[in-house]
């Protein structure tokens, strides 16, 4: 990954997303569009069950709503090992294993704290994947960032390694509830996409 600003296609509209460095096991296509598949909560339970996977959240922003999404398809007993909603900084600082201070300086929402995000819910749950949300639902500023500001972090096991990357999605201000559905099926369509190159 070089870092260049890349285009997802997301619920009707193109939006920028920027793919920050990490130890990354596969290559996100360059300059290619993400569309966000239909049902992608069901394709990614069958998807994890064909290859006998589990998965789990750390959740900010959509406050165990992806993990409840995950949950009310039929089968998803088998992959979803469960999660953890960590809305205040503290709480979130208490499970990456930091300081408030330091997660601040780093940025509650950013693309870092997404993908550490990510390893916890993982490391804690012990799943094979984890996916991280942070982000901005609104209407007011968070860090200087505006509402629709979503980072996705995703997190695997490569062998006996664990990699991680964070994924910033621009999503449209259509409101809180509307921007945190949004970034429910920007992280479950992340996974599944990766699933799938694989």
Excluded at 118 to 136: F, S
Aim: net charge negative; with cysteine; hydrophobic share 40%.
């Amino acid at each position: 990954m070089d870092g260049h600003p890349q285009l997802a296609r997301y619920a009707g509209g193109c939006r920028r997303y920027r793919s920050d460095r990490y130890s990354v096991p596969h290559r996100w296509p360059q300059g290619e569009q993400v569309t966000r598949p239909a049902n992608a909560e069901e394709q990614l339970v069958a998807k994890l069950r064909e290859r006998g996977e589990t998965v789990a959240f750390c959740e900010s922003l959509t406050a165990g709503l992806a993990a409840a999404t995950v949950a009310n398809v039929p089968g998803a007993s088998t992959v979803l090992r469960g999660g953890l909603v960590t809305y205040a900084t503290e709480v979130k600082a208490q499970f990456l294993n930091t300081t408030v201070d330091s997660l601040e300086a780093q940025g509650v929402v950013s693309a870092a704290t997404a993908a550490e995000m990510a390893e916890a819910a993982l490391v804690e749950t012990r799943a094979d994947w984890g996916i991280g949300l942070t982000g901005v639902a609104g209407p007011d500023l968070q860090e200087g960032k505006p509402a629709g500001t979503v980072y996705v972090g995703l997190c695997g096991r490569v062998g006996g390694d664990v990699a991680k990357r964070g994924v910033l999605y621009e999503l449209p201000d259509e409101g809180r509830n509307a921007i945190r559905a949004a970034a429910v099926q920007a992280a479950l369509s992340l996974l599944l996409s990766t699933l799938e190159e694989k």
